[in-house]
């Protein structure tokens, strides 16, 4: 190995019940792609942002090129050649994509004229992105390129990339790794943060494996396997979704008639004419590239925007014309994309978070609060679905995005609802904790539950789900079973490439 461009000895962080990093050494080599593992809540958050002077270490030494230095702040770490591609997004809905990568570059610089350079960016390194568009109108995928183009407008020495792909295609992924390929092969070192190992296993040269905030291995990942690699950050066998088979349910749950909707946002994409049914105990899987009108159909069945055209039927009754409220209570639940500021909110504690959607759990008495039932719910929240925090008083920004995310998820499936909504259910989750969600909704579908995922990661599809469409340009495919289509087929279908759809397996709408 080179020499090293940064070096961590003894780097301890200690927050109020957690000693989230306990004297880690880190050594990463000029123009090396490190990867650093571990579950959600193993540290490696805490870690990087020390590294981008976002927090500051309780204890050790950071040597950058050789040179021991004090990382205080962001503006300095940008100084130094350090860049990070954070897994929550930074970003001013209300500013356009140039405004905010602006601001995120502390020289001075003409806005014109950067604007150009996230044009050839974004053409170079295949992230599409209009420099224009308002951030509130961009999908989550559109969201993250954002934050990575921020980075490499600035040429950094360091790239520090914490879940850079959770949202992208396979097509935007491979892209991107002849990205981060290229500029280690110029010299630039980078950081990688990921949960899917097959990542890992292709781009990295050296791993550094996290658990419970301290170093536990060093591994080269192209000599080992998933399996031995997801089996080194959880230290212990690897559980396995087990799905039991079902006769399909002729009970229908869901009906999507010609639903037609305008997009509100004048960058969104319109909904044309989507035709779907789902029946009781099926999990239906939605694939598709982002910004092709995933996050308006799950808007439109959790009523968030209304149809324009056509007709929603739960249980058979019409609700096209009804808000989330109103769906909540006739047995509808929705879990979303957006964690922070729509799935939880941010400064409120976990407790307060768990009655925002769960009162109906016999949380309320004649119009009061029943904090007894609110603090247990969220208890038994974290308990069944491992979410690590100092508590149930723990504000939902202080915790890692995947305990966050599988937080949000217990909210929602101990609610047993009839039909579930899934925008992206385990993006940034361990592989653990994924398995551990995946399961989940395969046993609440088991149990009559109605669910609609939809998900850019086809394993994860075809792993739970009973049968798959796609959403291409507004419009949706036809719908097969998962066990009747492949990877290569639906891929084909994100790229637009089907008949009009239908509205059931076997069935035209």
């Known amino acids: 190995m080179t020499a090293a461009q940064l070096e961590l000895t003894g780097i301890t962080k200690q927050y109020p019940g957690v000693l989230a990093n306990d004297h880690i050494d880190l050594a990463i080599a000029s123009g090396e792609v490190h990867a650093l593992l571990g579950e959600n809540g193993a540290g490696k958050s805490t870690l990087v942002k020390m590294i981008y002077g976002v927090v500051r270490a309780d204890e050790g030494e950071i040597r950058w090129g050789g040179e021991p230095v004090k990382i205080t702040s962001p503006s300095q770490a940008r100084a130094l050649g350090i860049g990070m591609v954070f897994q929550h997004f930074n970003l001013f809905e209300t500013l356009t994509v140039a405004e905010n990568i602006s601001l995120g570059i502390d020289e001075e610089h003409d806005l014109k004229q950067l604007t150009s350079e996230i044009e050839e960016i974004s053409e170079k390194y295949g992230l599409p992105l209009n420099p224009h568009q308002h951030v509130h109108a961009l999908s989550v995928g559109e969201r993250q390129r954002v934050e990575i183009i921020r980075c490499l407008v600035q040429d950094p020495k360091l790239l520090i990339m914490d879940e850079p792909t959770s949202v992208l295609t396979p097509q935007e992924v491979e892209k991107l790794f002849e990205t981060l390929r290229r500029l280690s092969s110029e010299g630039c070192s980078i950081l990688y943060i990921s949960h899917k190992l097959d990542e890992i296993q292709a781009l990295c040269d050296r791993a550094t494996v996290l658990r419970h905030g301290k170093v536990t291995a060093t591994c080269n990942p192209k000599e080992e396997t998933p399996k031995s690699l997801a089996e080194m950050m959880i230290g212990s066998e690897l559980p396995v979704c087990k799905r039991t088979a079902q006769a399909r349910d002729s009970e229908v749950r869901l009906v999507v008639r010609n639903l037609t909707i305008p997009s509100p946002d004048p960058h969104g994409t319109d909904l044309k004419s989507i035709n779907v049914t789902v029946h009781r105990g099926e999990v239906l899987g939605i694939a598709g590239v982002a910004g092709n009108g995933q996050k308006e159909f799950l808007a439109a069945l959790n009523g968030e925007i209304m149809a324009a055209q056509g007709r929603i039927e739960l249980n058979g009754a019409e609700i096209s014309k009804v808000g989330p409220t109103e769906r909540r209570a006739r047995g509808l639940a929705f879990v979303p994309e957006e964690r922070l500021g729509r799935g939880a909110v941010p400064d409120m504690s976990l407790s307060n978070n768990a009655l925002l959607t769960g009162y109906r759990e016999d949380m309320l008495s004649n119009g009061f609060i029943r904090f007894d039932k609110v603090r247990s719910y969220a208890t038994a929240i974290r308990e069944r679905f491992d979410v690590r925090s100092s508590g149930i008083e723990a504000e939902a920004r202080s915790l ?110």
């Open 400 to 509: 890692s995005g995947g305990n966050l995310q599988k937080f949000i998820m217990g909210r929602e499936i101990m609610m047993n609802p009839q039909l579930l909504i899934l925008g992206h259910p385990t993006w940034g989750v361990d592989v653990g904790a994924a398995t551990t969600i995946h399961q989940e909704i395969v046993d609440l579908a088991a149990k009559g539950t109605s669910v609609v995922v939809a998900s850019e990661d086809l394993d994860e599809l075809f792993e739970i789900c009973d049968s798959i469409a796609v959403i291409a340009e507004g419009r949706l495919s036809p719908v097969k079973r998962t066990s009747e289509t492949n990877v290569e087929e639906v891929g084909l279908w994100m790229s637009g490439q089907f008949e009009a759809g239908e509205g059931e397996v076997g069935h035209a709408a």
